[in-house]
């Protein structure tokens, strides 16, 4: 069955620290995989995206991604948060044009 | 360029009652995606909409239905309210090139069963 599995569920960080969100997934055959943002009180927003190609992805806000295969992960990372990086990040996973899956959620709050 | 739109923003409803909720995709979309986010919980698949088709279904009862227009714009319906059903629905939308689709989601309608 089609899985993805976030690791940490809240997480911590003072303004200027390292991020690191993990994520792994289960899938069968070509996979796309995705990170998605809540920010409080607004929709999901596409961070970054992976398809195909190079396996270290940049997304919007400084985000960036790496997809190792040998160990069905795409975590996400940036060197330095902020205080508006606080919000909900969701790993994703599909084959092609279906369904979505998703993890759990990480809950992430920036102290300043 | 609007995004995904949907309505209403939010819903009241009581157990046993029927409820359809709408979205329109952004443009130059056609397939159309609904999810249920539980609280503290990832968006959970329920079905896609491509060409006024059911294309693929997610773990979700009957109760739940949809439908969508020659405009591509859809509803979800869901028939015989359970308090469990409370969540925020999401719509997302998707353009024709299937090998590389990214969902865009709307800003969901929250759904309270009393």
Redesign the interface.
């Known amino acids: 069955a089609q899985s ?1 599995s976030q690791h940490n569920h809240h997480v911590i960080l003072s303004e200027a620290a390292s991020l690191e969100l993990g994520c792994n997934y289960s899938y069968g055959g070509t996979v ?1 995989l ?1 990170w ?1 943002v809540q920010y409080p009180g ?5 961070l970054l ?1 992976y ?1 195909s190609g190079d396996p270290l992805v940049k997304g919007i806000k400084g985000f960036e991604a790496e997809f190792i295969k040998s160990k069905f992960s795409f975590n996400l990372r940036k060197p330095s948060v902020q205080w508006s990086d606080t919000a909900e990040y ?1 790993c ?1 996973a ?1 084959g ?10 990480t809950k992430l709050q920036v102290i300043p | 360029d609007a995004g995904v739109t949907q309505s209403p923003t939010h819903l009241i409803k009581t157990r046993g009652q029927q409820v359809t909720l709408r979205c329109s995709p952004k443009s130059g979309h056609d ?1 159309v ?1 609904w ?1 249920q986010q539980a609280l ?6 329920i079905f ?1 909409y ?1 060409e006024e088709e059911e294309r ?1 279904r ?1 773990n979700f009862p009957d109760r739940f239905s949809g439908h969508q227009f020659p405009n591509y714009s859809s509803e979800l319906n869901v028939n015989a309210l359970l308090l469990g059903d409370s969540a925020l629905y ?1 719509c ?1 939308s ?1 353009r024709p090139d ?11 309608t929250r759904l309270t069963v009393l």
């Open positions: 993805v796309n995705f998605y607004q929709h999901l927003q596409l995206k398809f969701f994703a599909s092609g044009y279906q369904k979505v899956t998703f993890g759990i959620g | 397939t995606s999810y503290g919980q990832g968006p959970q698949f896609q491509y693929q997610g999401l997302a998707s299937r090998t590389t689709d990214t969902q865009y989601f709307g800003p969901g």
